[in-house]
């Protein structure tokens, strides 16, 4: 069993920066894609930033330039740091790691964290 465990949401002004944070822990062999999702109140979950385990990245249109995904591979950890953020970049934000475990591949999502983006 994999587990996620996110950290570094809170509370932003516009324009403000934070960086998320997602370690992955269990019976990992090797972790290909590590990604962020976001899901506002009333709105559907979204792909925000993907990264796979060779380094190639892609971002959603409203957030490449603004924020940027890399990982740690040795720690198993996918960062996201959040730059010029916007108060439509409020959600709770998802942390989703797909590879193969001791017995079988996996899809592990984390439990969310909070931001939002305020004055």
């Known amino acids: 069993q994999v587990q996620l465990v996110e950290s570094g949401g809170g509370l932003v002004q516009p324009g403000g920066s934070l960086r998320l944070s997602c370690a992955a822990s269990g019976s990992i062999i090797s972790i290909d894609t590590m990604a962020w999702y976001r899901q506002a109140p009333g709105k559907q979950r979204e792909s925000v930033a993907a990264?796979?385990?060779?380094?190639?990245?892609n971002y959603a249109s409203s957030v490449k330039g603004r924020f940027t995904i890399s990982r740690d591979n040795a720690k198993n950890t996918v960062y996201l740091q959040m730059n010029s953020l916007k108060p439509e970049d409020t959600a709770v934000y998802y942390c989703?790691?797909?590879?193969?475990?001791?017995?079988?591949?996996?899809?592990?999502w984390g439990q969310g964290t909070q931001v939002t983006v305020s004055s």
């Open positions: 989703h790691a797909g590879g193969y475990g001791r017995e079988m591949p996996f899809q592990a």
């Open positions: 990264t796979t385990s060779s380094g190639s990245t």
